[in-house]
Each structure stands twice: as C-alpha cells, then as structure tokens.
C-alpha cells in the first residue's frame, strides 16, 4: 500500500485535510501526517518510507531526498516551488509537481486589497485617488495575471499585459492590451503587478531604472517572489520619488529600513498572504492528493517542474 504523507510545518486547514484523506483512502493508499514540526530532523524520520510527500512551503533538499528511500513525487501545494531543490529531486528519480491556479484568485485578490490600500494612503485620513481609468500593467499573464486582468475590469482599469511565453493573441483575446516587453509595460502604465517567478532571468531584474521609467503616482505591487525585486533600486527609488509606492506580500530584507524611511509609500505583510485564505487552501491541498493519487495509478505527469 502506497503511503502519502503531508509535510506542512505550517497546516493546512481541517478541512482540507479532511479532502486529502478521502482522496487518499479512496484510491486505497495511506495518509499519514506531519503537522507543526519543528525540527528538520523530524522530517527525515518521516519521509523514510513515503511513497509521496504533499508540502506546503517547507523545504525538499538533497538531505531530504536521500532519507525518503521509497519517494516517487513531491507535490508543492501552491503555484510556487522555489523550495524544493529540483536538480536533486531529478537525480533522485523523483517528481516534482505544484499545483498551478488552485491560489491564483486568492493572490489575484490580495493584488486589490492592498491596491484599495495604497491608493487611499493607507486609510490615514487624507484624499486619496480611484483606481478606475489607471492603467494597470501585468506582468506575467498566467494563472493569477488572468485573474488579475478580470478583477480589474470590474474596477474600469485599462489593463496591459506582457509575458514572453504568452502569445500576445491570447493576451489581446481577453480585452488585454499586449505590450513588447517589461520595458514597455512599465512605461505604460501607472500600476505595475508582478507575477514572475524567480529564475536565473528574473532575480533583480526589477530594477530603478525599470520603476524610474513609470509616470508619475507609479505604484508596484509585488505577490510574486522576494528575490525579483533589486532592493537597492527600490530603496533608491523609493528615496528620489516621493510620488512612488511599494505594497509587497513578500517582506524584504530592508523591511525596517523601508518602514522607517517610507511611511505611508511602503506596505509589506507581517508574511507572505497570498495564498492564505481558506479557499486555496483546501483547493491547492485536495489538488496535490489528487496529483498524486493520479500519477502513481496511471503515471500522469502532467504537472511535472522538473527533469527526469
């Protein structure tokens, strides 16, 4: 009997455990649990006769993969998977798999909350502004940059797109206005939202002088990855644009500095929220079971990150 085990330090909700096991024990396999761990150490006593591992955002490195002598596939429950060490996981002969667009109108969401946010200067009494009429750049147009596209077409914003694996017909399918590249995006429009992953291209890559080239009131909304944004350029560009705003989900490592100098044009969450409704959290978790169940009966690797 296979045994699928859930990694999470941080749990999924009752409820979503509850949908994993009966996905699980339906397909006549074993579920066991590991919830609130706090110690690496109890993870590799764990993984020793898995067949499968759901996590969340715990990590899957080479010490990992070298306990779990059973492992088949690890599902990341989430559209993220930076924290699983992929390279290993081939060499290891596993799969790795996330769950891309069970978090994407969750993220999507968060996008406007702190958009409300940060146009009305963070509730502090003074008049603020309306998104209605702003151009709003998406970059990335994937499962969350749709859903970004179709909320801010309830607001009335004029929204643009650009992604260099998605054909600007799809893009321009949708009522979206298809740009030539990030370039472009960012002097278009006065709302950029990233939706990139952190690759090799992508890290630092949103630069002051990228940001410097937006129009005036220019915010940038990050639900993405840490690692994308140049925290120098930021912190410059934060410093030489006083019309400039920053509203992040992913706190950086100048957090105190940024809190300090920016008041009022700096905003990050205590953690990174975007996924954190109960929603995509039984949707992604339930997802990865199903993931599983199907890629050990019937070998689909649709969702596979890695090489094999």
């Not at 455990?17 to 993870?43: D, F, H, N, P, S």
């Not at 963070?122 to 994937?142: D, M």
């Not at 560009?237 to 009022?264: C, N, Q, V, W």
């Amino acid at each position: 009997m296979a045994k699928i085990l859930v990694a999470t330090e941080k749990p999924f909700a009752a409820v979503a455990v509850k949908g994993i096991r009966e996905v699980v024990e339906g397909a006549g396999m074993e579920l066991a649990l590991l919830e609130k761990y706090t110690e690496k150490a109890q993870l590799l006593d764990a993984v020793k006769d898995a067949d499968a591992v759901i996590i969340r955002s715990d990590k899957v490195d080479a010490e990992v993969l070298d306990a779990a002598k059973n492992l088949k596939i690890v599902v990341r429950a989430g559209a993220g998977y930076d924290n699983v060490d992929l390279d290993a996981a081939t060499a290891h002969k596993v799969c790795v798999m996330n769950t891309p667009g069970q978090n994407s109108n969750a993220v999507a969401e968060l996008v406007f909350g702190m958009l409300v946010y940060g146009v009305r200067n963070f509730y502090n009494g003074t008049s603020g502004t309306e998104l209605k009429g702003k151009k709003l750049g998406i970059l990335a147009y994937g499962n969350v940059g749709r859903n970004v596209a179709r909320i801010a077409k309830g607001f009335g914003m004029e929204v643009y797109a650009y992604d260099a694996f998605c054909p600007a017909s799809v893009i321009e399918a949708d009522g979206v206005k298809a740009v030539a590249s990030t370039a472009d995006l960012f002097k278009a429009c006065q709302i950029v939202s990233l939706h990139i992953p952190a690759t090799a291209e992508t890290k630092g890559s949103i630069n002051f002088e990228l940001m410097n080239s937006m129009p005036k009131g220019a915010i940038v909304v990050n639900t993405a990855r840490k690692e994308v944004m140049d925290e120098a350029g930021l912190a410059k560009m934060l410093e030489e644009r006083s019309d400039f705003k920053y509203l992040t989900d992913i706190m950086p490592a100048i957090h105190a500095e940024l809190t300090e100098k920016y008041a009022g044009r700096y905003f990050s969450t205590p953690k990174k929220m975007g996924a954190q409704t109960a929603e995509a959290n039984i949707n992604a978790g339930i997802a990865a079971a199903k993931q599983i169940v199907d890629f050990l009966v019937n070998g689909n690797e649709k969702f596979r990150v890695n090489k094999k």
